[in-house]
């Protein structure tokens, strides 16, 4: 959902009138579509949301899993801690992969034409830095975004 000037607009329902959109503005539009946003998650499945996101973020990066179930406890808790509370809880668990996905092509651009930089790996094993920094990227996407499409219905190209 994209609100603007008081109207609440569903992206799927708006994504074909939208002009020039290119590859991972669809992608953005289509993982805003699918699912629950991480703040709507019941509690009990948080875990295991978090659980998904890191073994993708390994599969995606290949980086080491934590090796105890202990240390695993306390990155999903730092992670879900960081999503709710800094400024992510609205994206949906399609949204922080794709982020992850996203971060690892070239070519997406500011409206200013230069390439938004690639958010290196670092660490021994998927971490709260690495994925607070990808996200903190994707949101620069996603609100240009947002940008470009509130223009679009407000008559600008």
């Known amino acids: 959902i994209l609100k603007h000037r008081e109207k609440s607009y569903l992206l799927k329902d708006i994504e074909g009138e939208i002009k020039k959109l290119t590859e ?3 992608k953005i539009i289509q993982a ?3 699912g629950l946003s991480f703040c709507e998650i019941e509690q009990g499945l948080v875990r295991a949301v978090i659980d998904q996101i ?3 973020g390994a599969a995606i990066y290949g980086c080491t899993l934590p090796q105890t179930e ?5 990155i999903a808790e730092e992670m879900e801690a960081m999503i709710l509370g ?3 809880s609205e994206l949906t668990e399609a949204e922080i992969v794709l982020a992850l996905r996203l971060n690892c ?3 997406i651009k500011f409206p200013s034409g230069l390439e938004i930089e690639k958010v290196p790996f670092t660490g021994g094993t998927f ?5 607070s920094n990808v996200l903190e990227k994707y949101m620069r996407i996603r609100n240009m975004l947002d940008a470009k499409i509130q223009n679009q219905i407000d008559g600008y190209q």
């Open 127 to 131: 971490n709260v830095y690495f994925i």
């Open 70 to 74: 202990f240390f695993a406890t306390f």
């Open 32 to 34: 805003r579509s699918v």
């Open 24 to 26: 991972a503005e669809v």
């Open 105 to 107: 092509i070239s070519g």
């Open 86 to 88: 800094y400024g992510f």
């Open 54 to 56: 890191m073994l993708r």
